[in-house]
């Protein structure tokens, strides 16, 4: 007997010798190792707005000159391109099939803007649902605010999309048919983008309250007093996590409004992200954090050559972050706060917006065109769509 197990794990050690991967797990994450530059696509005129993702084989990117381009992930060929009247004035949101944009209309700097902005739909700014497989518009509806408002932030549940504007102005139309089924002027105006949780919009106002609205109706649900402009929020189960342009992370009750904790950085928060237990903060002091859900510590801090000008995450495992004057993206393994790989641009150009992660894809958006790297460049993988895009 004692024979035989010595010849099994002779065996075995032999096999793992020659095949040192066998009985390990085969699939190796794909960011560690050397990254090549799979695509190009040149082109001067990549907005500084955020491009998207289906998550399965498609980016779309917003160019300058109000065009909006579909690539294939694969191989950035271009499967369509679309062009626009108005200019694009808001996030780009994807629900299934379907992508939703804000346009506001030119105003011709030779007319005044009173004779410019007359009542007529066509000096308002819209909200326009495309189909992603085609390029072609679903439908288009005029919104409240006028050229002359800031940008508008979009956001969506199941059925609904959401248009908000800096001036308090909150849209629902239906996602199907853009029927518009409520509309809510809050009085006061918005700090920074809204979130949408289950059917609730929490909504932070410059009157450092967050207002929260129901989704089906637009009704006030609730009004949670900060004591903070809020520059980013999160919302969890049963707190808010809001930060601020003084650099502070505070951690509310959502009923209570009760102060759980405060973190502090040393520059305005710009994006607040769940990782796991924990979350992932990004200051304008050129660092990103991971705090404790807990207690707000500092797990780890992690700084960067510049200011953050974005990120994207996959799933809770792996950040992949830009700053701004760099031509290097970082990626970081998030639960440690470890740089485990960079890539360099070969261009002499700089990020103008936050990377896309798409499959074994890494999409850079510079001033010079766009760039996928990844470890494998074969056209004929399909991208892995078990991942969460966070621009």
Not at 52 to 65: G, K, R, W
Not at 191 to 203: L, R, Y
Not at 247 to 271: E, F, M, Y
Not at 272 to 301: C, M, R
């Amino acid at each position: 007997m004692y024979k035989f197990l010595a010849t099994l794990i002779c065996a075995a050690a032999l096999t793992l010798s020659v095949y040192p991967h066998a009985g390990l797990a085969q699939e190796n994450p794909p960011w560690t190792g050397p990254l090549k530059k799979c695509w190009s696509f040149p082109s001067d005129q990549v907005s500084n707005l955020n491009g998207a993702s289906d998550n399965e084989s498609v980016v779309i990117i917003p160019f300058n000159n109000n065009v909006l381009t579909a690539l294939d992930v694969r191989n950035g060929k271009p499967i369509w391109k679309s062009t626009f009247e108005k200019e694009f004035n808001s996030n780009l949101v994807i629900n299934g099939k379907t992508l939703f944009i804000t346009l506001t209309p030119k105003i011709k700097p030779e007319l005044p803007i009173k004779v410019a902005l007359d009542k007529t739909e066509s000096t308002y700014s819209e909200i326009s649902s495309i189909d992603i497989d085609s390029g072609l518009n679903n439908w288009a509806r005029p919104l409240n605010s006028r050229s002359d408002d800031e940008m508008t932030y979009i956001n969506k549940n199941i059925s609904v999309v959401f248009s908000s504007s800096k001036n308090g102005e909150i849209t629902a139309f239906g996602i199907d048919d853009g029927e518009k089924l409520w509309n809510v002027n809050l009085g006061t105006s918005l700090s920074s983008s809204p979130i949408v949780n289950g059917n609730h919009i929490f909504i932070p106002t410059a009157n450092k309250t967050i207002v929260v609205l129901s989704a089906s109706d637009g009704g006030i649900v609730n009004q949670i007093p900060t004591g903070i402009v809020p520059s980013a929020i999160d919302v969890r189960e049963e707190n808010i996590l809001v930060g601020d342009s003084d650099g502070n992370v505070d951690n509310l009750g959502i009923q209570s409004g009760k102060l759980k904790w405060r973190a502090r950085t040393g520059g305005r928060i710009r994006q607040i992200n769940p990782i796991e237990q924990n979350t992932l903060v990004v200051s304008d002091d050129n660092f990103a954090y991971l705090l404790d859900d807990g207690s707000g510590d500092k797990l780890w801090k992690r700084r960067l050559s510049g200011r953050i000008l974005g990120s994207s995450l996959r799933e809770t495992q792996i950040g992949v972050f830009l700053s701004n004057g760099s031509s290097e993206a970082i990626v970081i393994e998030l639960n440690s706060g470890k740089i485990i790989n960079r890539i360099p641009t070969e261009e002499t150009g700089y990020f103008v917006s936050a990377p896309i992660i798409i499959g074994n894809r890494i999409v850079l958006s510079t001033n010079t065109g766009l760039y996928a790297y990844g470890s494998d460049c074969d056209e004929n993988s399909r991208p892995n769509t078990s991942q969460k895009i966070n621009p």
